[in-house]
């Protein structure tokens, strides 16, 4: 899950204002994804997520208790 958050806050003749923005995004990874290769970097506000795959599908179980 990706989450974040922009506050701003602004003056003019008629008053003050303040924005509050919040915004969720999640992803379905593919089944080879290489989960502790993966890099993030912020760049002028830009996101950029790097999934690296390990070319074999990897799969996990959950037991259920």
Known sequence: ???GERKE???SKEGSK???RQFN???LLPDD???DAITATST?????ITVPKTGKK???N???K
Do not use: C, D, M, R
């Open 1 to 3: 899950v990706i989450s």
């Open 9 to 11: 806050e602004s003056e």
């Open 18 to 20: 303040k924005t509050y």
């Open 25 to 27: 995004q999640s992803f």
């Open 33 to 35: 994804a290489n989960l």
């Open 44 to 48: 002028n506000g830009v996101l950029k």
């Open 58 to 60: 990897v799969s996990k």
């Open 62 to 64: 959950i037991p259920i």
